[in-house]
Each structure stands twice: as C-alpha cells, then as structure tokens.
C-alpha cells in the first residue's frame, strides 16, 4: 500500500502531499521535512530507493525522483514492488506534462485541484488504480473536474 505522495522543491516546500494513512497536520509536516532532510543530504549518484522505517515505522520504504527543481516522492509498504514505484512516479509526470504541457512548480501551485484529480486518477486510497499512460488522458481528467465545478456555479 502506498503511505504517502509528496512533492516538494528543492528548497524543501511541499507542493503536494497526500497521505493514506490518518496523521494530524503536525506530523505530516515533521515527516515531509524528515523527508526532505534525508533526500537533500543525498549525493545525485546514489540509489533513488530508502528504507525509512524510522520515520514511517517498520517495512517503509521511500522511492523518489528528482526532475528540475522538484522532488516526486513515494512512500510505501514492503507489498509494493520499488521498481514499479519509480515506474509510477514516471507515469504520473508524464501525464502532468501532457496536462500542462511540459509541468512545472508553478503548474502544481497554481492547479491544485487538478493535480488532486491527475493523481487520484493513478492512486486512490492508497492503491494504483492505474499505471499504464493509455488508461487515462489529461482532457478526460480535467473534464471529471470542470464537470463539478461548471454544476455548482450554474
């Protein structure tokens, strides 16, 4: 099961974080900066893959991805596989930057609910609905989202 989604730049400001576990805001914040201490004391070269029991107990593991100035990173149990982890990571920037065309810190600040919708479109509840990039199409999300929206304002 996946614990966390968290991205954040590399100044250690999250962007996104969703958690799948209930956690007060006080301790979802001590573990994105316990994350981000762990991942900017790394050298570039070193394995993308960590065991972080010590932040989010025992059989965690940690898996990220640098891109630009952002962090994409996971957290999940030991029933994931890691190198599907890191697949997924891929996937899920590969359809932001189709959504956004070529996605940036600015894109995630600014079109917060839609990247809520792009991920809950690839996890939900902890569990990958979807890894493969055919499955679902920037258009089709942002239109489950307008969807709700253009109701309410009508």
Known sequence: MIKAVMMMN????????????????EKQQELI???FSVLCSRPENVSSFLEIDSLFGPDSRLVYKHYATLYFVL???????ELAMLDLIQVL????????????EL?????????????????FGGQIRSCL???FT?????????????????
């Open 107 to 123: 894109d995630i600040v600014f079109n917060y609910s839609k990247m809520h919708a792009v991920l809950d479109e690839i996890v």
């Open 10 to 25: 590399t100044q250690g400001k999250p962007r996104l974080a969703k958690f799948y576990d209930f956690m007060t805001v």
């Open 75 to 81: 957290v999940f149990d030991g029933s994931e596989n």
């Open 133 to 135: 990039k055919r499955d």
């Open 138 to 154: 920037c258009p089709e999300v942002c239109f489950r989202v307008a969807r709700p929206i253009a109701s309410k304002l009508a």
């Open 33 to 35: 900066r316990g994350v």
């Open 93 to 104: 920037v590969e359809t932001l930057d189709k959504c956004f065309s070529n996605v940036c």
